[in-house]
């Protein structure tokens, strides 16, 4: 048995980790099953990103009639759409390759490992020991018990990068940030695109406001059926049948479709590492048990990324990365810190939030809420960004930042702000003492400072105030 002073389960974010322990000269151990660089590499955030990317021109220009201009999209390729982004995702991977090969002091198991003792693993028939180890091992789609669907083909987010030829028809069963990127994805190639979603809205971690309008947006390119349960799914000849009933009336709805999307959520993959073996516990949703220094219930073993599930984005992992190494192999101990951690959703119009939403801000503190329209600054005017808006939150007594959320062009970028004033220090000060460009977009987030009043028991978007 081979042992290590680091054990690294793999090579997303803890691809960070293994640099970090190299530069140390310690021994270290790379443990993957593939693909290489993880899911935001190979399944997620990149390729999604590559195949949105031409799906927000496409877009774009099917609405700049609003600005006067009479365009049109004559063709979309999307088999060369598809084969950019993998080729994309096979240059990385043998980048990646190369750095691993040429790496000293570092032996790299390909496969699906998992405990067999105290700090002790199985890859491959072979065992290794490690003094400290960090598990990164990512997540996959989650597949709900839907009556049939196991005796049909249905794509997932993972599988959905494969295809090589436009589906005429799709239904989308789920309303997260998955479900809706795709069907935007989808719609724009020129797909007709449903989303069946369980809950009574789409992507439930936003504002009430913004995932009404996100479905608002959303239905004038697709059908959106929120409020409604999948209950069974069946082959029809080269159809996908979806059988579905309505939550509030309990009507029954068939939808019929060449392919259909699963896209209900993901799961973290912790639990195939038999995590147990050694120690370490698993909450009620089978992802690892971490305290605020990201170390398990097992000393000397840490978990970041996916696989802890605490929030479940790859900027959020690399910096749990950078803190658990900091943890494992520095002198002073750094808690992870999640009051700043940004998202967003590349849907159309897209989505950015920071914090905390109105209702749990509500819980615990005495708040003060903004709305800014895009209307409302002259960016936004010449933009006619007719609906989309931001929305903050902060607390009434210290005016600390706690939570901002937008929905609109650019909003991932405009949220920057916001996110650097909330780190440094968290006040609204950080932002108002800043100059703006005028005219900018970025006006609107001082603007919607301004609007700042008590909450309303129903806040949404027309509550602005010039």
Aim: net charge negative.
């Amino acid at each position: 048995m081979k042992s290590y002073d680091v054990i690294v389960i793999g090579s997303g974010c803890g691809m960070s980790i293994v640099e970090e322990a190299l530069d140390r000269h310690l021994k270290v151990a790379l443990v993957d099953k593939g693909p290489y660089g993880g899911t935001c590499l190979n399944l997620g955030c990149i390729p999604s990103k590559m195949l949105i990317s031409p799906a927000d021109r496409v877009t774009e220009i099917q609405e700049s009639w609003k600005l006067g201009i009479d365009a049109e999209v004559r063709e979309i390729n999307f088999q060369a759409i598809m084969e950019r982004m993998r080729k994309s995702i096979s240059d990385a991977q043998k980048e990646m390759k190369q750095g691993l090969s040429e790496a000293n002091e570092l032996d790299f198991y390909e496969g699906e490992g998992h405990f067999i003792a105290d700090y002790t693993l199985e890859v491959g028939g072979e065992q290794i020991k490690g003094k400290q180890i960090f598990i990164a091992t990512g997540s996959r789609p989650l597949i709900p018990p839907i009556k049939g669907l196991d005796e049909i083909e249905y794509l997932t987010n993972e599988t959905v990068l494969q295809l090589n030829e436009r589906p005429e028809s799709l239904v989308i069963i789920g309303g997260g940030y998955i479900a809706v990127e795709f069907g935007h994805f989808f719609a724009a190639m020129g797909t007709r695109v449903t989303i069946v979603e369980m809950a009574d809205r789409l992507v439930l971690s936003e504002e009430p406001e913004i995932a009404a309008l996100l479905k608002t947006e959303l239905s004038k390119r697709m059908e959106v059926r929120t409020g409604t349960t999948v209950e069974e799914v069946r082959a029809n000849g080269n159809q996908i049948v979806v059988l579905a009933k309505e939550n509030s009336s309990g009507k029954e709805r068939r939808l019929s479709a060449e392919k259909t999307l699963i896209a209900v959520g993901r799961k973290s993959n912790a639990d195939l590492l038999k995590p147990e073996k050694t120690g370490v516990e698993l909450d009620g949703k089978e992802y690892i048990k971490v305290d605020e220094y990201l170390q398990t219930t097992k000393k000397n073993i840490f978990a970041i990324g996916d696989a802890n599930g605490q929030q479940m984005f790859t900027h959020v992992a690399n910096r749990e990365a950078e803190i658990a190494a900091q943890n494992a192999f520095g002198e002073e101990k750094q808690k992870m810190d999640y009051r700043a951690a940004p998202h967003a959703v590349y849907s159309y119009p897209k989505i950015a939030s920071v914090g905390l939403t109105q209702a749990q801000a509500g819980k615990d503190h005495q708040i003060l809420v903004g709305m800014g329209e895009y209307m409302g600054v002259a960016q936004g005017e010449a933009m006619m960004e007719k609906d989309s808006f931001a929305k903050i939150i902060i607390d009434k007594e210290n005016l600390e930042l706690l939570g901002f959320h937008i929905i609109g062009s650019n909003a991932p970028i405009l949220i920057q702000e916001v996110i650097n004033a909330m780190t440094s220090g968290g006040h609204i000060h950080e932002i108002i003492e800043g100059l703006h460009i005028h005219p900018a977009l970025t006006e609107l987030i001082p603007s919607t400072i301004r609007n700042l009043e008590e909450p309303t028991d129903h806040q949404d978007s027309s509550h602005v105030h010039s």
